[in-house]
């Protein structure tokens, strides 16, 4: 199974600022993606990271609030953008391996957004 | 991607066999059924997967039934660390296919 790592592991941050966070990756993988947590609630889905090229979103979330990147087969940054209190939220990435058999996840960054 | 139903809530005693059902009622024959779980505040953990056969590793059993609607996942002692959300999925396995999360069962182990 691939070792995923993501930074910062929690932040807290005022209203209107950004937030990078970054996932690395032990392996080359194929595909990764972003999902969000919401307090008491399961994950969503938000965008997948694509290398090359712009990231494919979900419904109800856009480029310009998330933007992501992904620059080679092990390494992507998700972005939160003019952060609210309603991103507090648990943020984690997910990897597939070249078997695309199994998703695997990082242990995730909690933000607060104060 | 199919949809599955899960108890809200579990309750397990420590050293027991825990006992997780899932039904699946409209899979289609190339959906795999997966099986996470989320210990407070970490990320999600894969446990097992399987298409038809029962399926059996370190962690757990995957039993599915012939006619692939439901599917239990079984921890065959379970201990005040397996506490957590067990979430089950299904999914077609192939490339660009990402696992969608419902909510899951909440598993209380206790002593």
């Known amino acids: 199974s691939a070792v995923i790592s993501q930074k910062p592991s929690r932040d807290i941050c005022q209203r209107g600022t950004s937030l990078t966070i970054q996932c690395q990756v032990d392996?080359?993988?194929?595909?990764m993606f972003w999902y969000r947590q919401q307090p008491g609630q399961s994950l969503t889905l938000i965008a997948t990271a694509n290398q090359g090229s712009e990231a494919t979103y979900e419904s109800g979330f856009v480029i310009d609030k998330f933007p992501i990147s992904r620059p080679n087969l092990t390494f992507s940054t998700l972005t939160v953008s003019n952060m609210s209190p309603e991103d507090s939220s648990i943020y984690l990435c997910?990897?597939?391996?070249?078997?695309?058999?199994?998703?695997?996840f990082g242990p995730g960054t909690r933000l607060t957004v104060l | 991607d199919a949809k599955t139903t899960q108890p809200t809530s579990m309750d397990c005693a420590e050293g027991r066999a825990a006992n997780l059902p899932c039904n699946h009622s409209t899979i289609s024959g190339n959906e795999y059924v997966y099986w996470y779980r989320q210990i407070h505040s970490q990320g999600p953990q894969y446990i097992i997967h399987g298409l038809k056969n029962n399926e059996t590793n370190e962690m757990a059993s995957l039993i599915i039934t012939e006619d692939r609607k439901s599917s239990t996942l079984i921890l065959p002692h379970a201990t005040l660390r397996d506490t957590a959300v067990y979430y089950c999925?299904?999914?077609?396995?192939?490339?660009?296919?990402?696992?969608?999360f419902g909510a899951g069962t909440i598993l209380r182990v206790k002593s």
């Open positions: 392996s080359q993988v194929t595909m």
């Open positions: 999925i299904v999914r077609v396995m192939e490339y660009g296919n990402k696992l969608v």
């Open positions: 997910s990897v597939v391996g070249q078997l695309a058999d199994t998703q695997y």
